[in-house]
């Protein structure tokens, strides 16, 4: 949530993954989304909060489980409401006070023998700003190695206009996510961000795109679909089980919605290292994905802007991989 002090945002975080993360107008938009993440994964969670958190806001947790509670600060009415639930009398309630301006920190991490230690990952791409990733490919030297690095949109396709904070909002999330890790981001209203789907952990990228991101951003949208048509959801999973006729009618909908929306300017997807091999890159375009951001710096890196050529996809090299283990 450091990345999201200045604005509403949540996060549902499960076995140190973000399963779920968005921002929104106010913190109860913000969780509601996140929540939509990953509805199932989202069971025994922790969930964060950027700032102080109300009673309106815990109150969406009734008839959800949820082990931590991570915020700035608690209004005095939501510690009475959570006391009140015999539900939540488990529920451990973490402040941390102001979020904002945090000074930068050392991580560590345990080994037998030893400790780890590295400096914070604050830096999202090699530009100055995240437009520099955006726009025509320019050449960058890494000042301590003096190592050149190719950032900027290297396709012939283009990012569309105001599509930067979309961007800056899936490398946040893929920052904290496992490597190899995958991010599927969508602008689910002006302005508003949330996870669509991730690819966490995984021994290789492919996998991540194809059998974890773009599975769970499906499931979400046809989730999103029956939501908007005011579908209870396994009312109607029934129904397409056993009706032939109205599952074929109603999935035929969902894929023209789900693609819609995949292949639009609404959705990017960010990987935390360099796609080594085509098939990865494949797999994102054959499901409609048509903006892709990732580190660069591959010794495939030319057979890969040919592959986003191809599939006419736009794709941005960033100079800075987020591995995370």
Known sequence: MLDFSREPAAVVVKHQNPCGLATGYDLKEAFKNAWFGDEVSAFGS???????????????????FVEVLVAPDYDESALTWIKSKKSKKN??????????????????????????????NNKICL?????????????????KTGTKYKIGCVTKKNFKD?????????????????????????????????????????????????????????????RQYFREQSL????????????????NKISKEIESYTKNILSSEKVVLFSDAFFPFRDGLVAAAQSGIRYIVQPG??????SIINAANEYGLAMSFTGIRHFRH
Do not use: C, W
Not at 297 to 302: F, H, L, Q, Y
């Open 46 to 64: 922790v969930v964060g909060y950027s700032q102080k958190v109300g009673q309106d806001v815990v109150k969406l947790l009734t008839n959800k």
């Open 91 to 120: 529920l451990r309630i973490i402040p941390t006070g102001n979020l904002e301006n945090p000074p930068n920190f050392i991580e560590k991490y345990y080994i037998r023998g030893g400790i780890i230690s590295q400096t914070q």
């Open 127 to 143: 530009g100055d700003k995240i437009e520099d990733i955006l726009t025509k490919p320019k050449i960058i030297t890494e000042p």
């Open 162 to 222: 105001n599509m930067e904070n979309l961007v800056k909002f899936a490398i946040i999330a893929g920052k904290y996510v496992k490597s190899n890790a995958i991010i599927l981001a969508y602008e689910y209203e002006t302005g508003k961000y949330r996870l669509l789907g991730i690819g966490a952990g995984q021994p290789n990228r492919k996998d991540s795109v194809e059998k974890l991101a773009i599975p769970k951003a499906k499931e979400n949208l046809m």
């Open 232 to 247: 209870d959801y396994v009312i109607t999973m029934d129904r397409i089980i056993h009706d032939k006729e109205y599952g």
């Open 297 to 302: 710096g591959s010794t495939m890196d030319e």
